[in-house]
């Protein structure tokens, strides 16, 4: 089945960790607010269906090649001519729930053009683009072209709401077409008209349906004349673009419009596999919505585990995702959530004191700046404390008071100097982010630090590999972790598990590190990027042992290449990263070399299966 990335409106929006170019500054009086654009989270669609003249069989055949394609889809809904329409002389046809379920299931089975016909048309060609157009129109001036084998099927939710009532593959009108300057009749131009990117993932949902036939279906909140309304913007938006594509002494596919006389009830009682959220609101997990899935499988990858003595990493508490918020595992009921955000500032000491007074009676809720988004400073006066290692300070006070040291408590709130209680009641705290490990990773790596008084390079390591936690930092968090590493050892009241007093030398793969580790995806495998895999040492260091680079060569020494061992080695050559070039005929060379080496350390009954990089070169086609 083909599949073409299409965005949906998430729940919960996911902050994109902030950009290197604005960093921010330790000195928050000066502090300027830079908002951040939202992630774009793929979501696949069902992809085009073959074409079809009569009625279909079974198994139906491909369609002959034809001079712009080598392989035409088809449709059970083209042509039309057998379903009845709306209004008698309208071009809008309607089919039933059957009708919808067959159609659905048959453009599931075909087998997909290849992906030069949609590439790189669907990465977006704007014509004002030249940086997009330079690229790659330079290699074949027919890219530009709308493909014409292909034939999908677009299902439009006519209220556009939806949060219920929800068939899978649904889109909203707005997701489609355009809706403003009087322009409601067009679909959405949403190539974008500067920059240059091979994963405009947002952009794919309308530029498939203009390539699409269109089927629109209600619930029991929107009339049949509203919907009726709606389908023929469709039919209009249909013949523009086809009058505006239109190439000479060439013909064009036409699509059409159809509406689903079933009510959203019936094909829930009679076809439950096309409904991804029911009438009601819930989630229909025996449907292969991808972009719940995304959610789900983030939820549990950086589910909130314990890093230190009451003290855990996690995402930001989820109910409709996450089992944690339903009282279905065993994570606690926190005393305070802290929130890391790309705009947070960090709190004043008078703050953290009232909240901490307040935990005791109820949860408390407060923000601190995410990764990336403070920077190293040149000189720390002796006086004060950064807010990262005060920040730590103040999180152990309250997790483990037992061993805190309480001799340089400042005031409270109210201005006094608090008591030393023999019975302090430790609290439970969550540092927290939407995804469980981006934005959080700066505070829960110095966090780390401080608790177990280690150093920067140990506690990536081993909050990696000991802590099982994934996270993602940036260079700006090495270097600012590695300037105020010397105050967060002093200050911490933790047993040493390294040699204090004397000068540690940082491991080689530090400095040549970007802040991120790659991303355990298997038990047994890693996934990275050519700066991972650029640094061995690291590599090593993680327990991974074998490297498949595909795109580009590594660049390592002599003497890196002979220690690793050629056999342990796979580069995939003569491909890259520029959204053209096809992949298929090279997976099966890939996967023999993980799996050859995967049963290898099977037959020698390893107690634990080694680790693995895979260095990922993959254009989005």
């Known amino acids: 089945m083909a599949a073409v990335a299409i965005?949906?409106?998430?729940?919960?929006?996911?902050?994109?960790?902030?950009?290197?170019?604005?960093?921010?500054?330790?000195?928050?009086?000066?502090?300027?607010?830079?908002?951040?654009?939202?992630?774009?989270?793929?979501?696949?669609?069902?992809?085009?269906?073959?074409?079809?003249?009569?009625?279909?069989?079974?198994?139906?055949?491909?369609?002959?090649?034809?001079?712009?394609?080598?392989?035409?889809?088809?449709?059970?809904?083209?042509?039309?001519?057998t379903y009845p329409k709306v209004n008698g002389s309208s071009p809008i046809f309607s089919i039933d729930s059957s009708t919808l379920a067959t159609a659905v299931s048959h453009l599931a089975a075909q087998e997909f053009p290849d992906p030069k016909y949609a590439f790189p048309w669907l990465h977006g060609l704007h014509p004002e683009n030249q940086v997009q157009l330079a690229f790659f129109l330079a290699r074949r001036k027919g890219l530009r072209s709308t493909p014409k084998c292909f034939r999908g099927l677009t299902i439009i939710k006519a209220s556009g709401n939806l949060s219920k009532s929800k068939l899978k593959y649904a889109l909203a009108p707005e997701e489609v077409?355009?809706?403003?300057?009087?322009?409601?009749?067009?679909?959405?131009?949403?190539?974008?008209?500067?920059?240059?990117?091979?994963?405009?993932?947002?952009?794919?949902?309308?530029?498939?349906?203009?390539?699409?036939?269109?089927?629109?279906?209600?619930?029991?909140?929107?009339s049949d004349q509203d919907t009726y309304r709606l389908a023929k913007r469709f039919v209009k938006a249909q013949s523009n673009w086809e009058t505006q594509n239109a190439v000479p002494e060439q013909s064009s596919p036409t699509f059409n419009t159809f509406?689903?006389?079933?009510?959203?009830?019936?094909?829930?009682?009679?076809?439950?596999?096309?409904?991804?959220?029911?009438?009601?609101?819930?989630?229909?997990?025996?449907?292969?919505?991808?972009?719940?899935?995304?959610?789900?499988?983030?939820?549990?990858?950086?589910?909130?585990?314990?890093?230190?003595?009451?003290?855990?990493?996690?995402?930001?508490?989820?109910?409709?995702?996450?089992?944690?918020?339903?009282?279905?595992?065993?994570?606690?009921t926190f005393d305070i959530l802290i929130e890391t955000s790309d705009l947070a500032q960090a709190p004043e000491s008078c703050v953290l004191s009232r909240i901490g007074e307040l935990s005791l009676h109820a949860p408390q809720h407060l923000e601190f700046p995410s990764s990336g988004s403070i920077m190293p400073f040149k000189a720390i006066p002796t006086d004060t404390l950064d807010p990262v290692t005060d920040m730590c300070r103040w999180i152990h006070r309250l997790a483990d008071p037992d061993v805190s040291d309480t001799s340089g408590d400042e005031p409270d709130s109210?201005?006094?100097?608090?008591?030393?209680?023999?019975?302090?009641?430790?609290?439970?705290?969550?540092?927290?982010?939407?995804?469980?490990?981006?934005?959080s990773s700066l505070l829960g790596l110095a966090y780390f630090m401080y608790s177990e008084r280690i150093p920067v390079h140990e506690a990536w390591l081993r909050l990696h590999c000991?802590?099982?936690?994934?996270?993602?930092?940036?260079?700006?968090?090495?270097?600012?972790?590695?300037?105020?590493?010397?105050?967060?050892?002093?200050?911490?009241?933790?047993?040493?598990?390294?040699?204090?007093?004397?000068?540690?030398?940082?491991?080689a793969w530090l400095s040549r590190m970007d802040g991120s580790l790659p991303s355990r995806i298997l038990p047994y495998m890693y996934l990275g990027n050519l700066g991972h895999a650029n640094n061995p040492e690291l590599l090593k260091a993680l327990g991974i042992k074998k490297v498949l680079s595909v795109g580009e060569p590594v660049n390592w020494t002599k003497t890196q290449k002979e220690s690793w061992g050629p056999k342990n080695v796979l580069l995939i050559d003569r491909v890259q990263d520029n959204g053209i070039d096809p992949l298929m005929s090279l997976f099966e060379r890939c996967l023999e070399f993980i799996g050859r080496?995967?049963?290898?350390?099977?037959?020698?009954?390893?107690?634990?299966?080694?680790?693995?990089?895979?260095?990922?070169?993959?254009?989005?086609a």
């Open 177 to 222: 077409l355009c809706a403003e300057n009087g322009r409601d009749s067009s679909f959405l131009d949403l190539d974008p008209k500067e920059g240059f990117s091979v994963r405009n993932f947002h952009i794919q949902a309308t530029k498939m349906a203009t390539v699409s036939d269109i089927v629109i279906y209600r619930d029991e909140d929107t």
């Open 259 to 332: 509406v689903v006389s079933s009510s959203f009830k019936d094909i829930e009682a009679s076809y439950p596999e096309l409904v991804a959220v029911n009438s009601q609101g819930q989630t229909n997990h025996g449907v292969a919505d991808f972009f719940q899935w995304e959610r789900q499988e983030m939820c549990k990858m950086s589910q909130a585990s314990e890093i230190a003595e009451n003290v855990w990493l996690g995402p930001t508490p989820d109910s409709s995702l996450c089992p944690a918020s339903t009282g279905q595992s065993k994570e606690p």
């Open 7 to 81: 965005p949906q409106s998430p729940a919960r929006q996911t902050p994109t960790p902030p950009p290197q170019a604005l960093p921010l500054s330790l000195d928050i009086s000066k502090r300027e607010i830079t908002p951040v654009p939202n992630k774009h989270i793929p979501y696949c669609s069902p992809g085009p269906a073959p074409r079809s003249r009569q009625h279909v069989p079974a198994t139906p055949p491909a369609s002959p090649p034809t001079k712009h394609c080598d392989l035409q889809t088809y449709s059970i809904l083209y042509p039309p001519d």
């Open 414 to 439: 109210d201005g006094d100097i608090p008591m030393k209680s023999l019975s302090a009641r430790p609290r439970k705290i969550l540092i927290h982010c939407t995804d469980g490990y981006t934005e």
């Open 597 to 620: 080496h995967k049963e290898k350390m099977k037959e020698q009954q390893l107690s634990s299966i080694a680790e693995w990089e895979c260095h990922d070169q993959l254009p989005s």
């Open 466 to 507: 000991q802590k099982k936690r994934n996270f993602f930092a940036y260079p700006s968090d090495v270097a600012l972790l590695s300037s105020i590493q010397p105050r967060i050892l002093e200050l911490s009241c933790a047993e040493s598990n390294s040699i204090l007093g004397t000068v540690q030398e940082e491991p």
